[in-house]
């Protein structure tokens, strides 16, 4: 019951930035956005979220659209560490009333030399 | 400040045979989950504890999975008897209503199970 889509994987040149798309049309108003990325063998790793206004942190930026139906997560100077899979969450209430996060599949980034 | 450990990291077994994970959380967190990721998929959540209290354990299949918090700190997750299919990665993720809110979950470097 995944609320997000986002591309399977995305490449970017070290140095540049790197812009991760993700769509979540059927958000509610009072559902979050969170990103979460996991390197290969670590557990998932937060990174930002966000309601409605656009988000900055020392790790990334997060640009959520005015009707909220989709965002962007923004890593300014990508390196070779940034590599990861990157999970566009929405934070949904489950059935037992509690906050939970849906994980997707993801998206591959690929940060090459 | 340690990080949430889980032990063991990897473990290998035959089918029908019991497992049990364990997980110590980032101390003072009284929020614990234990999720299942099946390879090339997201992490998906089985069990969530609030203190020594399971308040989402929705998803847990009860009739071969069990979970314990006791004391609130530590807790285990077990299977008996484990399935092919139970072969996936456990992770274990804490978080505090302090600091951020308890929007940040912490997660473990997981245990990779392999049933045999």
């Known amino acids: 019951d995944a609320k997000t889509t986002q591309p399977p994987s995305m490449d970017c040149a070290e140095g540049r930035a790197a812009n991760l798309p993700c769509n979540h049309s059927?958000?509610?108003?009072?559902?979050?956005v969170y990103w979460y990325r996991q390197i290969h063998s670590q557990g998932p790793q937060y990174i930002i979220h966000?309601?409605?206004n656009n988000e900055t942190n020392e790790m990334a930026s997060l640009i959520i659209t005015e009707d909220r139906k989709s965002s962007t997560l923004i890593l300014p100077h990508a390196t070779l560490r940034d590599t990861a899979v990157y999970y566009c969450?929405?934070?949904?209430?489950?059935?037992?009333?509690?906050?939970?996060?849906?994980f997707g599949t993801g998206t591959r980034l690929l940060v090459s030399p | 400040e340690a990080g949430v450990v889980q032990s063991p990291r990897y473990k290998i077994i035959e089918k029908k045979q019991p497992v049990a994970f364990w997980c110590n959380p980032i101390?003072?967190?009284?929020?614990l989950y234990w999720y299942l990721q099946n390879l090339g998929q997201g992490p998906e959540l089985l069990i969530r504890y609030e203190n020594e209290e399971a308040v989402d354990d929705s998803q847990l299949p009860k009739d071969r999975f069990s979970a314990e918090r006791l004391k609130g700190v530590d807790s285990t997750l077990k299977i008996q008897p484990a399935e092919l299919g139970d072969s996936a990665v456990y992770l274990c993720a804490s978080s505090s209503r302090t600091g951020t809110g308890g929007h940040e979950q912490f997660f473990g470097p997981g245990t990779r199970l392999t049933v045999l």
């Open positions: 969450i929405v934070r949904v209430r489950g059935r037992t009333g509690f906050q939970k996060l849906v």
């Open positions: 966000g309601l409605k």
């Open positions: 059927t958000i509610s108003g009072n559902e979050y």
């Open positions: 101390s003072g967190h009284n929020t």
